[in-house]
Protein backbone atom coordinates (compact mmCIF):
# COMPACT_ATOMS: atom_id res chain seq x y z
CA UNK A 1 0.00 0.00 0.00
CA UNK A 2 1.62 3.09 -1.15
CA UNK A 3 -0.21 6.79 -1.05
CA UNK A 4 2.25 9.34 -2.90
CA UNK A 5 1.43 12.61 -3.26
CA UNK A 6 2.18 12.30 -7.03
CA UNK A 7 0.08 9.62 -7.53
CA UNK A 8 -2.93 9.58 -9.57
CA UNK A 9 -6.33 8.86 -7.59
CA UNK A 10 -9.07 7.21 -9.25
CA UNK A 11 -11.30 6.74 -6.01
CA UNK A 12 -13.88 4.03 -5.94
CA UNK A 13 -15.95 4.85 -3.53
CA UNK A 14 -18.71 2.69 -2.54
CA UNK A 15 -22.44 2.72 -3.37
CA UNK A 16 -25.63 3.07 -0.98
CA UNK A 17 -27.43 0.28 -0.39
CA UNK A 18 -26.37 -3.31 -1.47
CA UNK A 19 -26.24 -6.87 -0.93
CA UNK A 20 -22.97 -8.01 0.50
CA UNK A 21 -21.77 -10.62 -1.56
CA UNK A 22 -22.72 -8.44 -5.03
CA UNK A 23 -20.73 -5.50 -3.66
CA UNK A 24 -17.80 -7.55 -3.21
CA UNK A 25 -17.95 -8.87 -6.47
CA UNK A 26 -18.01 -5.09 -7.86
CA UNK A 27 -15.21 -4.62 -5.61
CA UNK A 28 -13.39 -7.24 -7.16
CA UNK A 29 -13.77 -6.05 -10.25
CA UNK A 30 -13.78 -2.31 -9.53
CA UNK A 31 -10.32 -3.17 -7.86
CA UNK A 32 -9.17 -5.68 -10.98
CA UNK A 33 -10.12 -2.67 -13.37
CA UNK A 34 -7.61 -0.10 -11.91
CA UNK A 35 -9.37 1.77 -9.13
CA UNK A 36 -5.64 3.38 -7.15
CA UNK A 37 -7.56 4.19 -3.28
CA UNK A 38 -10.55 2.75 -2.45
CA UNK A 39 -13.59 3.73 0.29
CA UNK A 40 -15.91 2.19 2.24
CA UNK A 41 -18.82 3.97 2.74
CA UNK A 42 -21.71 2.52 4.68
CA UNK A 43 -24.23 5.45 4.47
CA UNK A 44 -27.85 4.48 5.04
CA UNK A 45 -26.75 0.93 4.92
CA UNK A 46 -28.41 -1.03 8.03
CA UNK A 47 -26.70 -4.06 9.07
CA UNK A 48 -28.49 -6.70 10.99
CA UNK A 49 -25.48 -6.70 13.45
CA UNK A 50 -22.17 -5.33 14.56
CA UNK A 51 -20.21 -8.37 13.36
CA UNK A 52 -22.00 -8.46 10.00
CA UNK A 53 -20.55 -5.17 9.75
CA UNK A 54 -17.00 -5.88 10.83
CA UNK A 55 -17.25 -8.92 8.47
CA UNK A 56 -18.11 -6.95 5.34
CA UNK A 57 -15.16 -4.66 6.29
CA UNK A 58 -12.57 -6.70 6.73
CA UNK A 59 -13.08 -8.73 3.84
CA UNK A 60 -13.18 -5.70 1.48
CA UNK A 61 -10.24 -4.73 3.34
CA UNK A 62 -8.30 -7.78 2.55
CA UNK A 63 -9.52 -7.10 -1.06
CA UNK A 64 -8.03 -4.42 -1.16
CA UNK A 65 -4.51 -5.33 -0.01
CA UNK A 66 -4.50 -8.12 -2.19
CA UNK A 67 -4.57 -5.50 -4.55
CA UNK A 68 -2.18 -3.00 -3.31
CA UNK A 69 -4.56 -0.49 -2.79
CA UNK A 70 -4.96 2.09 0.28
CA UNK A 71 -8.35 1.15 1.83
CA UNK A 72 -10.11 4.18 3.55
CA UNK A 73 -13.08 4.30 5.69
CA UNK A 74 -15.62 7.01 5.39
CA UNK A 75 -16.77 8.83 8.61
CA UNK A 76 -16.92 6.23 10.64
CA UNK A 77 -13.34 5.73 12.79
CA UNK A 78 -14.05 3.62 15.15
CA UNK A 79 -14.49 1.15 12.38
CA UNK A 80 -11.58 1.98 10.96
CA UNK A 81 -9.52 1.68 14.15
CA UNK A 82 -11.40 -2.04 14.70
CA UNK A 83 -10.15 -3.09 11.09
CA UNK A 84 -6.77 -1.24 11.07
CA UNK A 85 -7.89 0.63 7.60
CA UNK A 86 -5.49 2.60 5.77
CA UNK A 87 -7.18 5.56 6.54
CA UNK A 88 -10.51 7.34 7.05
CA UNK A 89 -12.34 10.26 5.17
CA UNK A 90 -14.11 12.98 6.83
CA UNK A 91 -17.05 15.40 5.76
CA UNK A 92 -17.25 18.81 6.78
CA UNK A 93 -19.86 17.65 9.22
CA UNK A 94 -18.19 14.77 10.70
CA UNK A 95 -15.78 14.39 12.85
CA UNK A 96 -12.59 17.32 12.49
CA UNK A 97 -9.46 16.27 10.87
CA UNK A 98 -7.56 17.35 14.15
CA UNK A 99 -9.20 14.68 15.93
CA UNK A 100 -9.15 12.04 13.24
CA UNK A 101 -5.43 12.57 12.96
CA UNK A 102 -5.01 12.04 16.49
CA UNK A 103 -7.31 9.13 17.18
CA UNK A 104 -5.34 7.29 14.04
CA UNK A 105 -2.25 8.09 14.25
CA UNK A 106 0.77 9.67 12.07
CA UNK A 107 0.96 6.99 9.47
CA UNK A 108 -2.59 7.08 8.10
CA UNK A 109 -4.23 8.81 5.80
CA UNK A 110 -6.60 11.15 6.42
CA UNK A 111 -8.96 13.10 3.47
CA UNK A 112 -11.35 15.26 4.09
CA UNK A 113 -14.20 17.26 2.35
CA UNK A 114 -13.74 20.55 1.17
CA UNK A 115 -16.24 23.32 -0.62
CA UNK A 116 -14.11 26.17 -0.35
CA UNK A 117 -10.58 27.57 -0.08
CA UNK A 118 -11.06 28.09 3.33
CA UNK A 119 -11.84 24.72 3.98
CA UNK A 120 -9.41 23.30 2.31
CA UNK A 121 -6.75 25.52 4.15
CA UNK A 122 -8.24 24.41 7.12
CA UNK A 123 -7.89 20.91 6.37
CA UNK A 124 -4.47 20.81 5.07
CA UNK A 125 -3.20 22.95 8.22
CA UNK A 126 -5.40 20.23 10.64
CA UNK A 127 -3.36 17.48 9.16
CA UNK A 128 -5.07 15.79 5.80
CA UNK A 129 -3.60 14.20 3.17
CA UNK A 130 -5.89 14.85 0.24
CA UNK A 131 -8.95 16.62 0.07
CA UNK A 132 -12.24 15.65 -1.87
CA UNK A 133 -13.60 18.86 -3.80
CA UNK A 134 -17.27 18.77 -4.96
CA UNK A 135 -20.10 17.80 -6.25
CA UNK A 136 -19.12 19.14 -9.12
CA UNK A 137 -21.93 17.71 -10.81
CA UNK A 138 -25.31 16.67 -10.28
CA UNK A 139 -25.54 13.76 -7.99
CA UNK A 140 -27.72 11.01 -7.19
CA UNK A 141 -25.29 9.64 -4.53
CA UNK A 142 -25.60 12.46 -2.07
CA UNK A 143 -29.44 14.00 -2.96
CA UNK A 144 -28.73 17.37 -2.30
CA UNK A 145 -25.34 17.71 -2.89
CA UNK A 146 -24.30 21.28 -2.60
CA UNK A 147 -22.54 22.54 -6.01
CA UNK A 148 -18.53 23.28 -6.06
CA UNK A 149 -17.90 25.51 -9.32
CA UNK A 150 -14.69 25.00 -11.05
CA UNK A 151 -13.94 28.45 -10.30
CA UNK A 152 -13.69 27.31 -6.70
CA UNK A 153 -12.15 24.05 -7.59
CA UNK A 154 -9.04 25.81 -9.02
CA UNK A 155 -8.61 28.38 -6.21
CA UNK A 156 -8.56 25.55 -3.64
CA UNK A 157 -5.89 23.56 -6.67
CA UNK A 158 -3.62 26.48 -6.32
CA UNK A 159 -4.69 27.06 -2.84
CA UNK A 160 -3.33 23.70 -0.98
CA UNK A 161 -0.26 21.31 -2.01
CA UNK A 162 -2.20 18.09 -1.02
CA UNK A 163 -3.30 16.00 -3.66
CA UNK A 164 -7.52 16.82 -4.30
CA UNK A 165 -9.84 14.14 -6.17
CA UNK A 166 -12.55 15.82 -7.75
CA UNK A 167 -16.13 14.40 -6.76
CA UNK A 168 -19.97 14.45 -7.34
CA UNK A 169 -21.42 12.93 -10.77
CA UNK A 170 -18.10 12.08 -12.45
CA UNK A 171 -18.18 10.28 -15.51
CA UNK A 172 -16.06 8.95 -18.37
CA UNK A 173 -17.68 12.06 -20.33
CA UNK A 174 -17.72 14.84 -18.34
CA UNK A 175 -14.42 14.21 -17.04
CA UNK A 176 -12.50 15.79 -19.61
CA UNK A 177 -13.75 19.00 -18.53
CA UNK A 178 -11.93 18.43 -15.23
CA UNK A 179 -8.15 18.39 -17.01
CA UNK A 180 -5.70 21.49 -16.03
CA UNK A 181 -8.20 22.18 -12.80
CA UNK A 182 -4.92 20.89 -10.57
CA UNK A 183 -6.50 17.40 -10.14
CA UNK A 184 -5.03 14.68 -8.51
CA UNK A 185 -7.68 12.58 -10.17
CA UNK A 186 -11.72 11.62 -9.99
CA UNK A 187 -13.71 9.93 -7.26
CA UNK A 188 -16.61 8.52 -8.75
CA UNK A 189 -19.61 5.91 -7.24
CA UNK A 190 -22.36 5.61 -9.66
CA UNK A 191 -19.82 5.41 -13.03
CA UNK A 192 -17.78 2.33 -11.43
CA UNK A 193 -20.71 0.40 -9.35
CA UNK A 194 -23.95 1.14 -11.29
CA UNK A 195 -21.87 0.60 -14.59
CA UNK A 196 -23.36 -2.55 -16.85
CA UNK A 197 -19.69 -4.34 -16.57
CA UNK A 198 -17.37 -2.35 -13.35
CA UNK A 199 -14.52 -4.37 -14.45
CA UNK A 200 -14.65 -2.77 -18.14
CA UNK A 201 -16.34 0.92 -16.78
CA UNK A 202 -13.36 1.75 -14.37
CA UNK A 203 -10.75 0.41 -17.09
CA UNK A 204 -11.66 2.93 -19.45
CA UNK A 205 -11.69 5.40 -17.11
CA UNK A 206 -8.47 4.25 -15.47
CA UNK A 207 -7.00 4.79 -18.89
CA UNK A 208 -8.74 8.41 -19.44
CA UNK A 209 -7.69 9.39 -16.17
CA UNK A 210 -3.96 8.48 -16.76
CA UNK A 211 -3.75 11.16 -19.44
CA UNK A 212 -5.92 13.79 -17.55
CA UNK A 213 -4.59 13.84 -14.69
CA UNK A 214 -1.14 12.37 -14.77
CA UNK A 215 1.90 14.85 -15.51
CA UNK A 216 2.83 13.92 -19.15
CA UNK A 217 6.25 14.01 -20.58
CA UNK A 218 6.57 15.93 -23.94
CA UNK A 219 9.79 16.20 -25.89
CA UNK A 220 10.43 18.71 -28.09
CA UNK A 221 13.45 17.94 -30.60
CA UNK A 222 14.82 21.63 -32.11
CA UNK A 223 17.37 24.84 -31.80
CA UNK A 224 18.51 27.13 -29.13
CA UNK A 225 16.86 30.40 -29.44
CA UNK A 226 19.67 32.49 -27.28
CA UNK A 227 16.57 35.35 -27.29
CA UNK A 228 13.80 33.13 -25.88
CA UNK A 229 11.30 33.25 -27.92
CA UNK A 230 11.38 30.83 -30.19
CA UNK A 231 13.10 27.27 -30.42
CA UNK A 232 13.66 25.09 -27.26
CA UNK A 233 12.97 27.99 -25.05
CA UNK A 234 9.44 29.09 -26.24
CA UNK A 235 8.76 25.23 -27.05
CA UNK A 236 9.67 24.46 -22.83
CA UNK A 237 7.74 27.56 -21.90
CA UNK A 238 4.56 26.14 -23.73
CA UNK A 239 4.79 22.82 -22.28
CA UNK A 240 5.41 23.98 -19.00
CA UNK A 241 2.11 26.46 -19.66
CA UNK A 242 0.06 23.23 -21.55
CA UNK A 243 0.34 21.82 -17.94
CA UNK A 244 2.79 18.92 -19.24
CA UNK A 245 6.19 18.41 -18.21
CA UNK A 246 9.00 19.88 -21.19
CA UNK A 247 12.01 17.93 -22.16
CA UNK A 248 14.96 18.76 -25.00
CA UNK A 249 17.07 17.30 -27.69
CA UNK A 250 18.97 19.96 -28.86
CA UNK A 251 19.75 20.03 -32.36
CA UNK A 252 21.48 23.22 -32.44
CA UNK A 253 22.61 26.58 -30.16
CA UNK A 254 21.66 29.49 -32.68
CA UNK A 255 23.00 33.19 -31.15
CA UNK A 256 19.55 34.88 -32.16
CA UNK A 257 17.31 37.69 -30.93
CA UNK A 258 14.76 39.80 -32.40
CA UNK A 259 16.78 41.65 -35.28
CA UNK A 260 17.88 38.47 -36.48
CA UNK A 261 20.04 35.06 -36.43
CA UNK A 262 24.28 36.20 -35.82
CA UNK A 263 24.96 32.20 -35.80
CA UNK A 264 24.17 29.28 -36.07
CA UNK A 265 26.40 26.16 -34.30
CA UNK A 266 25.06 22.54 -35.35
CA UNK A 267 25.63 19.84 -32.69
CA UNK A 268 27.06 16.39 -34.05
CA UNK A 269 24.95 14.04 -34.88
CA UNK A 270 26.59 11.55 -32.06
CA UNK A 271 25.37 14.90 -29.95
CA UNK A 272 21.67 14.62 -30.52
CA UNK A 273 21.66 11.04 -31.28
CA UNK A 274 22.92 10.47 -27.55
CA UNK A 275 20.39 13.11 -26.04
CA UNK A 276 17.43 11.23 -27.94
CA UNK A 277 18.73 7.88 -26.36
CA UNK A 278 19.02 9.13 -22.77
CA UNK A 279 15.46 10.58 -23.12
CA UNK A 280 13.66 7.83 -24.93
CA UNK A 281 15.19 5.06 -23.03
CA UNK A 282 14.20 6.22 -19.81
CA UNK A 283 11.09 8.97 -19.95
CA UNK A 284 9.32 8.07 -23.13
CA UNK A 285 7.48 11.14 -24.27
CA UNK A 286 3.51 11.04 -24.76
CA UNK A 287 4.42 13.55 -27.91
CA UNK A 288 7.22 14.69 -29.59
CA UNK A 289 7.85 18.10 -31.09
CA UNK A 290 10.32 18.96 -33.81
CA UNK A 291 11.25 21.99 -35.18
CA UNK A 292 14.70 23.07 -36.58
CA UNK A 293 17.12 20.80 -37.94
CA UNK A 294 19.30 21.95 -40.50
CA UNK A 295 21.54 19.12 -41.56
CA UNK A 296 20.78 16.05 -43.14
CA UNK A 297 22.69 13.96 -40.39
CA UNK A 298 21.33 15.25 -37.59
CA UNK A 299 17.65 14.37 -40.03
CA UNK A 300 18.58 10.84 -40.25
CA UNK A 301 19.10 10.58 -36.49
CA UNK A 302 15.90 11.89 -35.65
CA UNK A 303 14.12 9.86 -38.35
CA UNK A 304 16.03 7.00 -36.42
CA UNK A 305 15.01 7.69 -33.01
CA UNK A 306 11.74 7.76 -34.05
CA UNK A 307 11.59 4.74 -35.68
CA UNK A 308 13.58 2.66 -33.03
CA UNK A 309 12.20 4.14 -30.07
CA UNK A 310 8.15 3.89 -31.78
CA UNK A 311 7.54 7.40 -30.82
CA UNK A 312 3.99 8.65 -30.50
CA UNK A 313 2.50 11.43 -31.89
CA UNK A 314 5.08 13.50 -33.32
CA UNK A 315 4.38 16.77 -34.77
CA UNK A 316 7.04 18.47 -37.29
CA UNK A 317 7.24 22.14 -37.41
CA UNK A 318 9.27 22.36 -40.44
CA UNK A 319 11.22 24.68 -40.21
CA UNK A 320 13.27 27.01 -43.55
CA UNK A 321 13.50 30.43 -42.62
CA UNK A 322 13.28 32.56 -38.80
CA UNK A 323 10.20 35.56 -38.58
CA UNK A 324 13.37 37.56 -39.18
CA UNK A 325 14.46 36.26 -42.11
CA UNK A 326 17.40 33.79 -41.95
CA UNK A 327 17.59 30.36 -43.20
CA UNK A 328 17.74 27.52 -40.72
CA UNK A 329 17.50 24.79 -42.52
CA UNK A 330 20.26 23.51 -45.50
CA UNK A 331 18.55 22.87 -48.83
CA UNK A 332 19.46 19.71 -49.21
CA UNK A 333 17.58 18.56 -45.58
CA UNK A 334 14.23 19.67 -46.59
CA UNK A 335 13.54 16.58 -48.81
CA UNK A 336 15.39 14.32 -45.93
CA UNK A 337 13.12 15.52 -43.68
CA UNK A 338 9.82 15.38 -45.68
CA UNK A 339 10.49 12.21 -47.13
CA UNK A 340 11.95 10.72 -43.99
CA UNK A 341 10.66 12.21 -40.62
CA UNK A 342 6.99 13.50 -42.33
CA UNK A 343 5.51 9.73 -42.63
CA UNK A 344 6.20 9.31 -38.79
CA UNK A 345 4.49 12.28 -37.72
CA UNK A 346 0.69 12.75 -36.82
CA UNK A 347 0.85 16.14 -38.07
CA UNK A 348 2.92 18.83 -40.02
CA UNK A 349 2.93 22.07 -39.57
CA UNK A 350 4.39 24.30 -41.98
CA UNK A 351 3.50 28.53 -42.94
CA UNK A 352 2.71 29.61 -45.88
CA UNK A 353 6.18 29.96 -47.27
CA UNK A 354 7.13 26.56 -46.09
CA UNK A 355 3.96 24.90 -47.85
CA UNK A 356 4.80 26.46 -50.89
CA UNK A 357 8.12 25.18 -51.15
CA UNK A 358 6.88 21.47 -50.13
CA UNK A 359 3.85 21.80 -52.69
CA UNK A 360 5.90 23.20 -54.97
CA UNK A 361 3.18 25.63 -55.98
CA UNK A 362 2.24 29.30 -54.71
CA UNK A 363 -0.10 30.59 -52.38
CA UNK A 364 -1.92 33.50 -53.51
CA UNK A 365 -5.30 33.12 -51.55
CA UNK A 366 -6.84 30.71 -48.77
CA UNK A 367 -8.04 28.40 -51.63
CA UNK A 368 -4.36 28.13 -52.62
CA UNK A 369 -3.84 26.92 -48.84
CA UNK A 370 -5.98 24.20 -48.66
CA UNK A 371 -4.69 23.12 -52.27
CA UNK A 372 -1.16 22.57 -51.03
CA UNK A 373 -2.13 21.45 -47.70
CA UNK A 374 -4.18 18.39 -49.61
CA UNK A 375 -0.94 17.61 -52.00
CA UNK A 376 1.72 17.89 -49.08
CA UNK A 377 -0.75 15.72 -47.30
CA UNK A 378 -1.10 13.19 -49.97
CA UNK A 379 2.54 12.82 -51.31
CA UNK A 380 3.57 12.17 -47.43
CA UNK A 381 0.71 10.59 -46.26
CA UNK A 382 0.10 13.05 -43.30
CA UNK A 383 -2.20 15.55 -41.54
CA UNK A 384 -1.21 18.73 -43.02
CA UNK A 385 -1.82 22.26 -41.21
CA UNK A 386 -1.22 24.97 -43.21
CA UNK A 387 -0.50 28.10 -41.03
CA UNK A 388 -2.09 31.57 -41.97
CA UNK A 389 0.11 33.72 -39.76
CA UNK A 390 1.08 35.27 -42.48
CA UNK A 391 -1.51 36.68 -44.18
CA UNK A 392 -3.09 40.29 -43.60
CA UNK A 393 -6.34 40.07 -43.17
CA UNK A 394 -7.13 36.79 -40.81
CA UNK A 395 -5.19 34.24 -38.68
CA UNK A 396 -6.79 31.59 -40.74
CA UNK A 397 -4.90 28.19 -40.54
CA UNK A 398 -6.11 24.42 -42.37
CA UNK A 399 -6.00 21.26 -41.28
CA UNK A 400 -5.78 18.29 -44.10
CA UNK A 401 -6.06 15.08 -43.53
CA UNK A 402 -4.58 11.82 -45.74
CA UNK A 403 -8.14 11.24 -45.79
CA UNK A 404 -8.91 14.19 -47.59
CA UNK A 405 -10.60 15.87 -44.39
CA UNK A 406 -10.80 19.72 -44.53
CA UNK A 407 -10.98 21.98 -41.32
CA UNK A 408 -10.46 25.32 -40.86
CA UNK A 409 -9.42 26.99 -38.21
CA UNK A 410 -10.37 30.51 -37.46
CA UNK A 411 -8.31 32.86 -35.85
CA UNK A 412 -9.25 36.58 -35.23
CA UNK A 413 -5.80 38.59 -36.42
CA UNK A 414 -4.14 39.82 -33.10
CA UNK A 415 -2.56 43.68 -34.00
CA UNK A 416 0.94 42.39 -32.70
CA UNK A 417 4.06 43.10 -34.40
CA UNK A 418 5.75 40.84 -31.81
CA UNK A 419 5.34 37.34 -33.67
CA UNK A 420 8.46 35.70 -32.48
CA UNK A 421 8.29 32.09 -32.21
CA UNK A 422 4.46 31.87 -32.99
CA UNK A 423 5.07 28.92 -34.75
CA UNK A 424 7.41 26.83 -32.42
CA UNK A 425 4.52 27.61 -30.00
CA UNK A 426 1.71 26.46 -31.48
CA UNK A 427 3.61 23.41 -32.53
CA UNK A 428 4.52 22.72 -28.83
CA UNK A 429 1.39 23.50 -27.62
CA UNK A 430 -0.30 21.38 -30.44
CA UNK A 431 2.07 18.41 -29.24
CA UNK A 432 0.85 19.04 -25.34
CA UNK A 433 -2.46 19.01 -25.69
CA UNK A 434 -2.12 15.84 -28.29
CA UNK A 435 -0.44 14.40 -25.09
CA UNK A 436 -3.34 15.43 -22.47
CA UNK A 437 -5.20 13.46 -25.17
CA UNK A 438 -7.03 15.60 -26.98
CA UNK A 439 -7.59 14.28 -30.78
CA UNK A 440 -5.74 16.31 -33.85
CA UNK A 441 -8.85 18.67 -34.44
CA UNK A 442 -9.57 19.83 -30.48
CA UNK A 443 -5.53 20.06 -30.14
CA UNK A 444 -4.95 22.29 -32.96
CA UNK A 445 -8.24 24.01 -31.64
CA UNK A 446 -7.29 24.71 -27.93
CA UNK A 447 -3.42 25.57 -28.92
CA UNK A 448 -4.48 28.26 -31.12
CA UNK A 449 -6.55 29.79 -28.23
CA UNK A 450 -3.48 29.63 -26.08
CA UNK A 451 -1.37 31.06 -28.72
CA UNK A 452 -3.60 33.82 -29.34
CA UNK A 453 -3.95 34.84 -25.74
CA UNK A 454 0.16 35.10 -25.42
CA UNK A 455 -0.18 37.26 -28.46
CA UNK A 456 -2.78 39.65 -26.99
CA UNK A 457 -0.55 39.91 -24.06
CA UNK A 458 1.14 42.43 -25.99
CA UNK A 459 4.65 42.06 -24.54
CA UNK A 460 7.08 44.11 -26.40
CA UNK A 461 10.66 43.10 -25.50
CA UNK A 462 13.69 43.87 -28.18
CA UNK A 463 13.75 46.04 -31.12
CA UNK A 464 12.76 44.09 -33.65
CA UNK A 465 9.90 41.60 -33.88
CA UNK A 466 9.66 40.14 -30.41
CA UNK A 467 8.78 37.18 -28.34
CA UNK A 468 5.08 36.67 -27.38
CA UNK A 469 4.32 36.20 -23.27
CA UNK A 470 4.31 31.91 -22.63
CA UNK A 471 3.34 32.81 -19.56
CA UNK A 472 0.66 34.76 -19.24
CA UNK A 473 -1.68 32.66 -17.35
CA UNK A 474 0.95 31.15 -14.84
CA UNK A 475 1.52 32.87 -11.50
CA UNK A 476 3.32 31.02 -8.50
CA UNK A 477 1.37 31.36 -5.04
CA UNK A 478 3.92 31.71 -2.27
CA UNK A 479 2.31 30.71 1.29
CA UNK A 480 4.54 32.26 3.20
CA UNK A 481 3.54 35.61 1.39
CA UNK A 482 -0.12 35.12 3.83
N1 LIG B 1 -1.06 38.39 -35.70
C1 LIG B 1 -1.57 37.20 -35.45
N2 LIG B 1 -2.75 37.08 -34.82
C2 LIG B 1 -3.28 35.87 -34.53
N3 LIG B 1 -2.69 34.73 -34.87
C3 LIG B 1 -1.51 34.77 -35.51
C4 LIG B 1 -0.88 35.99 -35.84
N4 LIG B 1 0.29 35.71 -36.47
C5 LIG B 1 0.38 34.38 -36.54
N5 LIG B 1 -0.71 33.79 -35.98
C6 LIG B 1 -0.98 32.38 -35.81
O1 LIG B 1 0.22 31.81 -35.31
C7 LIG B 1 0.38 30.47 -35.74
C8 LIG B 1 1.73 30.37 -36.39
O2 LIG B 1 1.61 30.76 -37.72
P1 LIG B 1 2.72 31.45 -38.58
O3 LIG B 1 3.08 32.76 -37.97
O4 LIG B 1 2.22 31.44 -39.97
O5 LIG B 1 3.92 30.40 -38.41
P2 LIG B 1 5.49 30.60 -38.42
O6 LIG B 1 5.85 31.21 -37.10
O7 LIG B 1 6.00 29.24 -38.57
O8 LIG B 1 5.82 31.49 -39.54
C9 LIG B 1 -0.80 30.21 -36.66
O9 LIG B 1 -1.84 29.59 -35.92
C10 LIG B 1 -1.22 31.60 -37.09
O10 LIG B 1 -2.55 31.64 -37.50
C1 LIG C 1 16.05 28.05 -32.98
C2 LIG C 1 14.86 28.50 -33.74
N1 LIG C 1 13.92 27.62 -34.13
C3 LIG C 1 12.83 28.04 -34.81
C4 LIG C 1 12.65 29.36 -35.17
C5 LIG C 1 11.44 29.77 -35.96
O1 LIG C 1 10.65 30.75 -35.36
P1 LIG C 1 9.10 30.97 -35.74
O2 LIG C 1 8.31 30.18 -34.75
O3 LIG C 1 8.88 32.44 -35.61
O4 LIG C 1 8.88 30.46 -37.12
C6 LIG C 1 13.65 30.26 -34.76
N2 LIG C 1 13.56 31.57 -35.05
N3 LIG C 1 14.75 29.81 -34.06
MG1 LIG D 1 7.84 28.59 -38.27
Known sequence: MTFNKNDLLVYAITPDRFDHDELIQQVKEVLAGGATILQLRLKDHPFKAQEEKLDLTKKIKALCQEAGVPFIIDDDYELALAVDADGLHVGEDDLPVDQARQL?????????????????????????????????????????????????????????????????????????????????????????????????????IRKAAEKLFKLQAVLTIAGSDSSGGAGIQADLKTMQANGVFGMSAITSVTAQNTRGV???????????????????????????????????????EIAEALKTYQAKNVVVDP??????????????????????????????????????????????????????????????????????????????????????????????????????????????????????????????????TYLSLALKDQLNLGQGSGPLNHGFGLLTYYPSDD
Not at 370 to 375: G, P, S
Open 104 to 204: LGPEKIIGASAKSLDAALKAQAAGADYLGVGALYPTQSKANAQGTSLTTLRAIAQGVNIPIVGIGGINLYNMANLRDQGLAGVALISALFKAEDPYQATQE
Open 319 to 448: VMVATSGSNLIQDQAVQVLADQVFPLACLITPNIPESQVLAGQDIHSAADMEAAAKKISQTYQVAVLCKGGHRVNDANDVLVTPEGEVHWFKGERVDNPNTHGTGCTLSSAIASNLAKGDDLVTAIARAK
Open 262 to 300: TGVYDLSPEALASQLQAVFEDIPPASVKIGMVSQVELVE
